[in-house]
């Protein structure tokens, strides 16, 4: 068990996550004596819970290369030889995400039809209750047409099973909405697109602004680009708090008015709160892995577990390989080249 | 004279700047008689200021290379062409971006030294008076190790003219800020950097949200990532924007509170207004452009011509030519390769 509040986030986000989902089990994998006394305190968790014991970890600055051949033993490593073994249906960590990539890919294997593994999370935009699913988030830095194109279906997937949209839209991040504009690849795979089984759902290109606007279900761009995307939101909304908070101290009257808006504040807070929005789906994997932010608490981890768990109640990786099948990019591909 | 409230913000907000920098003097290119009408209402304006008839414009639609090839007479390429002649330093448009690209790069030629020229806009951080230069925002969708390393060059020249910034410093945008993690040429021309004359100034990588935490004055990036980020940016701000008014609204007593705290979110507005951070410099040709943004009004376009007025009062392109005779990226290259 990785993450910077580790074992305590992650034993407590099981103990909510049990709450809203009773009939799940926990395996933890980690120091046994650690994750008894934690779990010592959850009487229900401690009843479903098992533990596999090993004192051998991943650190967060482990190369993910080396952590994947010289740490066979650590419970990044352990967990997901339960997902293998069909012990677990996921493995839920907040540890070192390079290494846990790495680790995952040799360990469950990449499904069939799938050329890249692809990390999906979704946002909240500015209509309430309507999210968008970006991805690639980092798993894969630069990306074909193809890939571009399987991501669409990936995503559209997620978008199904973990929030329940039946024809989820879906568009390629680009510097404009003009078809001419862009990178080769992404007009490359627009064409695949257009072409492809998803033609009616794909709406053509995004711009980084579109991802928050609430018209669009998934976008998709190369892990390079979501990464960096997702840390300017991140980065942008900070910055905004933060000169809010100045704002309410500059006068005592603002202050006042600070103090009549709480609760309002609160509920707005809530809303953007990036707990909510924790868990990057590692997608393509012939068994669940979700990456936990490594900085986040028991909510945070809780919802990341969540995710999981939709993903194995929603037989995730059965609807995407049935899509994947169907889907059929390689012909669309040949028949274009 | 292009853009959505063209020509007016245009005349509008060349008087604002009259106002700023009273030893200016304008060149407005278009149709005389509207143009005529709307300076007449400025007095010192009017003293000032030339105008170049023209009845052809560059559309939006226009496809750049059609433009350069066809629009010969258009207000932008006979804007461009003044700066070129010495009878302007710099032209300011909010028109068609790829047209004004395509056809500054043909009208003024690159400097020497520059392998491209890149786009660079300055915008508001976390920290009070500190602002990012962020390049490229969309002139080069891929970059070369040595396009970033320029990019270095011409961002901090930047900073240093157009902000007062004595020794900038720089970072390259990545995804991690370990040195192992990111593309291959963001890796290579942090290698060029630390070897460079920028050495001292060069502080590694940053991740996105670092272009808004006030600790870098110069963020180098591909034009694809820049242009993308930029947008995302924006949408985050509109969507937390939305979201604050949705919350003012909830209840009397928030409502209350909003009334209260009008002088404080009014100063935290002006703080973030796109428009104070309009104008995106097209750096590295022989002669200044700068690209307003379209949908602007006249304060938006003053800003925009206010950058050109820093960069021409700074000898901008001066101090530029000679960083990079200094800088001879080339021989590092060639010692390395």
Redesign the interface.
């Given at each position: 068990m990785g993450g910077d509040n580790a074992p305590n986030s992650v034993v407590d986000g099981a103990a909510i996550s049990l709450k809203q989902y009773p009939d799940i089990n926990f395996i933890f994998v980690g120091d046994k004596n650690k994750i008894e006394a934690l779990i010592a305190r959850h009487k229900k968790l401690a009843k479903i819970s098992k533990i596999i014991h090993t004192e051998e970890f991943v650190t967060a600055d482990d190369?993910p290369s080396i952590a994947l051949r010289k740490k066979r033993q650590s419970s990044m490593s352990l967990a997901i030889k339960a997902v293998a073994d069909g012990d677990a249906d996921c493995v839920v960590s907040a540890g070192n995400t390079?290494a846990l990539m790495l680790m995952a890919l040799f360990g469950l294997k990449t499904l069939p039809n799938v050329s890249r593994p692809a990390i999906a999370a979704y946002y909240?935009?500015?209509k309430k209750n309507q999210y968008t699913v970006l991805l690639d988030m980092?798993a894969n830095?630069?990306c074909s047409a193809k890939n571009l194109a399987e991501f669409a279906f990936l995503g559209t997937t997620f978008a199904q099973v973990v929030l329940g949209v039946k024809k989820p839209s879906v568009c390629l991040?680009n510097?404009g909405s003009e078809e001419?504009?862009?990178?080769d690849e992404i007009k490359e795979a627009a064409t695949l697109l257009s072409n492809s089984k998803l033609a009616g759902e794909f709406k053509g290109f995004a711009?980084?602004?579109?991802?928050?606007?609430g018209n669009v279900d998934v976008v998709v761009?190369d892990?390079?680009?979501g990464?960096?995307?997702?840390?300017?939101?991140?980065?942008?909304?900070?910055?905004?708090?933060?000169?809010?908070k100045?704002?309410?101290k500059?006068?005592p009257?603002?202050w006042?008015?600070?103090?009549?808006?709480l609760?309002?504040?609160y509920?707005?807070k809530r809303?953007?709160d990036p707990r909510l929005y924790n868990g990057g789906v590692f997608m393509g994997l012939k068994g669940l892995c979700v990456k936990s932010h490594g900085g986040t608490d028991a909510l945070g981890f809780s919802n990341a577990i969540n995710v999981g768990v939709k993903m194995s109640i929603g037989d995730f990786n059965k609807h995407l390989a049935e899509t994947l099948e169907k889907a059929n990019l390689d012909s669309i591909n040949n028949d274009k080249g």
């Open positions: 190369k390079g909240p935009t500015m980092g830095l630069q991040l510097i001419m504009k862009g990178k711009e980084g602004d579109n991802i928050m606007d761009t892990g390079f680009t990464n960096v995307t997702l840390k300017a939101s991140e980065g942008t909304a900070k910055m905004i708090s933060s000169m809010l100045e704002s309410f500059s006068s009257l603002s006042l008015g600070y103090l009549f808006m609760p309002a504040l509920s707005l809303r953007i």
